[in-house]
T-cell receptor
Framework: EPEVTQTPSHQVTQMGQEVILRCVPI?????FYWYRQILGQKVEFLVS????????KSEIFDDQFSVERPDGSNFTLKIRSTKLEDSAMYFC??????????FGPGTRLLVL | QQQVKQSPQSLIVQKGGISIINCAYE??????FPWYQQFPGKGPALLIA?????SEKKEGRFTISFNKSAKQFSLHIMDSQPGDSATYFC???????????FGTGTKLQVIP
């Protein structure tokens, strides 16, 4: 069964450093998303991406965040200058365009 | 208005019992209501979903009940098993590729 994959599974970084989180969505999907989950809290929407552009973003997704689909398979989330409060689990999701978004296993980001 | 409220925060059920998780929403534009199951360290996985034109949907031991006029919906897990122990999120979405708005989650523990 096709699945969304994410790398790395864990990332530790120093405050102020740039991080890139990578995702490989399901191959024939057209819609891509990033969500995050701070430990013990609910899953929060960050950004959606379709047709090579951002279709919606939340207030969390400020100028420090960017997304890119550099080739036909990868979808990346970049945090330019990480802050302590960026520590969270980051989930990538993809959808064909219908109802179901399929989530990856997540990247646990720890900012020290 | 974009929130989805979920209760209880945690739930302990005996094996074989019924687990019930309740959710409520305000935004009448929501048109799709999925439930996600999340195990520790994993991404949310779609469990079952319902559209508001249906009052109940059953898949195996899992049933969603939907009350459109009250803007409430609930998940019932019949014959709960220890393997059902996980965090359950109700969610809602408006429009085909739009973001999913998650509830705050319910940590279910099924004890033998």
């Amino acid at each position: 069964e096709p699945e969304v994959t994410q790398t790395p599974s864990h990332q530790v970084t120093q405050m102020g450093q740039e991080v890139i989180l990578r995702c490989v969505p399901i191959s024939n999907h057209l819609y891509f998303y990033w969500y995050r989950q701070i430990l013990g809290q609910k899953v929060e929407f960050l950004v959606s991406f379709y047709n090579n552009e951002i279709s919606e973003k939340s207030e969390i997704f400020d100028d420090q965040f960017s997304v890119e689909r550099p080739d036909g398979s990868n979808f990346t989330l970049k945090i330019r200058s990480t802050k302590l409060e960026d520590s969270a689990m980051y989930f990538c999701a993809s959808a064909m365009g219908g109802e179901t978004q399929y989530f990856g296993p997540g990247t646990r980001l720890l900012v020290l | 208005q974009q929130q989805v409220k979920q209760s209880p925060q945690s739930l302990i059920v005996q094996k074989g019992g019924i687990s019930i998780i309740n959710c409520a929403y305000e935004n009448t534009a929501f048109d799709y209501f999925p439930w996600y199951q999340q195990f520790p360290g994993k991404g949310p996985a779609l469990l079952i979903a319902i559209r508001p034109d249906v009052s109940e949907k059953k898949e195996g031991r899992f049933t969603i009940s939907f009350n459109k006029s009250a803007k409430q919906f609930s998940l019932h897990i019949m014959d709960s098993q220890p393997g059902d122990s996980a965090t359950y999120f109700c969610a809602a979405r408006s429009g085909g590729y739009q973001k999913v708005t998650f509830g705050t989650g319910t940590k279910l523990q099924v004890i033998p």
